[in-house]
């Protein structure tokens, strides 16, 4: 099996949004990385997640080294992810996996989905530590050139990895509680405190934020600094872990508690922008968090599809059967138009880097709206991938539970659904996000009238009181992000109706806004069609021209 070659719409949405120079690099990395997933990878990762990290706090003669044990599956895993597909390093320097400039952020995100189809727990230290290489590029690259070169190397001998330590146990998401306090030392900083949530806690390069004295309170006093796990002169950093984390899910990796003891670190940026740094950082990694979603995703709907299609009841295989169609049909579509928003958003993303200041108002608002509509799903796909299954879903020798498990952290890390529901808010009071999002979609034919009607809904809840708002945009923000997502499966029905002849995305598009317009509306002529739109395979645009609901 070849995770790439079994995904109906990956390649022809790489297609749309790749040039044709990118995609044609691309295709033996999709051929690679597919294979990979769906075999040695997925095997190791299986291996990984049956055997979590393991904390030796202690050496043999009682001195205190604070490591962490990974079993030799993680290890396989990671190496895949780092080295052989430079998955951290690609954005920051060109000549990773041939490309001759900075990969594209598309790219990267499109080989990331096929990886976390079968590990999902390595990607968060990966995202961590592509993220740590960009903030220090974006507001301290002379100072650490030396780290920046090391968290986007591929050498096994010269790479770091990276985290990102900022909840504490009295504040969790009011980060402008946090307790920990910077010294200043003449060359250096140190920091005194405790961190509760810290995924990989043994990372070489450490960005977390702490009080700076005389800077105010809230997050106006906090400054960002880099507290390494060595000092310069190579002894242990004083970073203490207390415990590891006994995880529901992302269980390969490592998540502990930690205490700064005067820890060495030295500050990035400006300090008084710390937090607004961190901000740059959490964006990026919930676009991550969104991109895990749909992979997993995509691993439930093809666990689904493949075990209906074997699996008879009534003497009939369930692939076949009406109510077993009705179900896996919102899955199969809300899936496809999960990667078109993740694609989406990283060319916007790409073009934010490159200066494009629409582009970056728009990713501003795209991440937001892909991981608080995306997390949430994926927690209830993955949850009807194991009802299909029956029992066997129900059983750890088969790979349901584990998705189930590893769908609930999008939701919670880097911000719970409520948390960045708000932030959508944030979006629409301080960048009118709603009316960029709506001049930016709402000139296509299919989705204008959708698109007018989300522009007032939005100018009005911004009329009603604060509390009201809030209470509002949770509900708003899942609207403004199916509508995107449905707008983009219209670009892409037109792309390949012009490239190729195939009806298949316009029947996505359509079947999407029948179930947007009536969730019990099932668009006879999807039925009919249904092993195209399981697994791929060309719809005679023919065939819809008139579309008949069942």
């Not at 969790?172 to 140190?190: F, R, S």
């Amino acid at each position: 099996m070849n995770y790439a070659d079994r995904d109906p719409v990956l390649r022809p949405a790489l297609g749309r949004v790749l040039s044709a120079e990118d995609r044609e690099r691309v295709e033996p990395l999709l051929v690679e990385l597919g294979e990979l997933a769906a075999g040695e990878l997925d095997r190791q990762a299986a291996l990984a997640d049956a055997n979590p990290p393991r904390l030796v706090q202690y050496a043999p003669d009682g001195t205190r080294i604070d490591e962490v044990d990974f079993h030799p599956a993680h290890d396989k895993v990671a190496a895949i992810a780092y080295e052989r597909f430079g998955l951290a390093a690609m954005s920051h320097r060109p000549g990773v996996l041939g490309w001759p400039a900075k990969v594209p952020h598309t790219v990267k995100y499109a080989l990331s989905y096929l990886y976390v189809q079968s590990e999902f727990g390595m990607a968060c230290p990966l995202s961590m530590t592509d993220s740590a290489a960009r903030i220090l590029r974006l507001f301290d690259p002379e100072r650490y050139v030396d780290e920046i070169a090391a968290l986007s190397s591929t050498d096994p001998e010269l790479r770091a990895t990276g985290a990102m330590f900022m909840t504490e146990k009295q504040g969790g998401t009011d980060v402008g509680l946090t307790e920990t306090v910077a010294a200043e030392q003449g060359d250096h900083w140190t920091l005194t405190g405790k961190k509760w949530f810290a995924s990989n806690p043994s990372a070489d390069v450490i960005l977390t934020l702490a009080r700076v004295p005389g800077q105010g309170e809230g997050t106006r006093g906090l400054g960002m600094f880099l507290v390494p796990r060595l000092r310069p002169d190579g002894t242990r950093n004083a970073i203490r872990i207390d415990r590891l984390k006994d995880k529901l899910g992302s269980r390969s990796i490592a998540s502990g508690e930690v205490t700064l003891d005067e820890a060495y670190a030295t500050p990035v940026g400006q300090l008084t922008n710390g937090f607004r740094q961190m901000a740059e950082m959490l964006n990026v990694s919930r676009l991550s968090n969104a991109m895990r979603a749909t992979a997993l995703m995509r691993r439930a709907v093809r666990e689904s599809v493949d075990h209906t299609r074997v699996r008879e009841v009534f003497g009939k295989p369930l692939f076949d059967q009406p109510l077993m169609r009705a179900t896996l049909l919102p899955m199969i579509l809300d899936t496809e138009a999960a990667l078109h928003l993740v694609l989406e958003a990283a060319a916007r993303l790409s073009a934010s880097d490159e200066g494009d200041a629409d582009a970056r108002a728009l990713v501003r608002v795209l991440t937001p709206l892909a991981k608080h509509t995306l997390c949430k799903r994926a927690r209830t796909v993955t949850g009807e991938a194991m009802e299909i299954r029956g029992g066997n879903g129900y059983i750890e020798d088969w790979v349901n539970p584990r998705l189930v498990r590893d769908a609930h952290l999008g939701s919670i890390w880097e911000g719970s659904s409520n948390v960045i529901a708000l932030d959508v808010l944030r979006c629409m009071r301080r960048q009118s996000a709603h009316i960029t999002l709506a001049d930016t979609y709402g000139d296509r034919p299919a989705t204008v009238d959708r698109w007018e009607t989300l522009r007032k809904r939005g100018d009005e809840l911004l009329q009603l009181p604060e509390d009201e708002q809030e209470m509002r945009v949770g509900r708003y923000a899942d609207e403004l992000t199916r509508a995107v997502m449905e707008t983009l499966l219209y670009d892409q029905a037109d792309h390949e109706a012009r490239t190729s002849g195939d009806g298949r995305a316009l029947l996505v598009a359509r079947a999407y806004t029948a179930l947007a317009d009536d969730s019990a509306a099932l668009p006879r002529i999807a039925l009919d069609h249904f092993a195209a739109l399981a697994d791929g395979g060309q719809v005679p645009l023919a065939d819809l021209q008139e579309t008949h609901r069942a």
